[in-house]
């Protein structure tokens, strides 16, 4: 009896996918240095990229230190990492990532990479706004750590084309 009243507030308060809508994987790498040479973590991510595109039949989207997994029929996904038919986020990222560290451990020996991940169904729609809006992302962090590494400073708030 305890047991399906505590499954149940959980279930409630944990956010449920859809099996309908766009699935998205974004796994974030904390404090990875940008090279690109083989063996690298940008080849690894690359490397990563190829794989699980291919074996879940999505896209991926990387650049600097983040991935993103546009899945727009998710159920490969559920079926391959879940025993039943109710999509949780917390299962399906923890999961994934497992899956995605293992590839990438293997792919990467340098050092041990910390991952943030999310996951979240969106609207067919909106999936190109979700690519231009991490594309900023991404050329932001490119622009602050070159600021960085050539030690270039009081660059302030600026908008990203004039820091650039």
């Known amino acids: 009896m305890w047991i399906d009243y505590f499954n149940e507030i959980q279930k409630?308060?944990?956010m449920k996918l859809s099996s309908n809508k766009t699935l998205v994987i974004r796994l974030d790498g904390k404090d990875v240095t940008k090279d690109s040479h083989k063996g690298s973590f940008l080849f690894a991510l690359k490397?990563?990229?190829k794989y699980f595109s291919k074996k879940y039949g999505c896209f991926a989207y990387c650049g600097t230190d983040e991935i993103s997994f546009i899945l727009e029929n998710p159920k490969l996904l559920f079926e391959?990492?879940?025993s039943d038919t109710s999509y949780f986020s917390q299962e399906t990222i923890s999961v994934f990532s497992e899956y995605f560290y293992d590839f990438f451990v293997n792919?990467?020996?340098d050092r041990k990479i910390f991952w943030h991940a999310k996951c979240f169904s969106i609207p067919?729609?909106?999936i190109n706004s979700y690519i231009k809006y991490r594309?900023?992302?991404i050329q932001n962090v490119i622009v602050t750590y070159f600021?960085?590494?050539n030690n270039i400073r009081n660059v302030g708030n600026?908008?990203?084309n004039k820091r650039i």
């Open 12 to 14: 409630k308060y944990t």
């Open 47 to 49: 490397d990563a990229a």
């Open 80 to 82: 391959d990492i879940q």
């Open 107 to 109: 792919a990467y020996k």
């Open 124 to 126: 067919t729609e909106k």
């Open 135 to 137: 594309e900023k992302i």
């Open 147 to 149: 600021l960085k590494k």
């Open 158 to 160: 600026e908008k990203l």
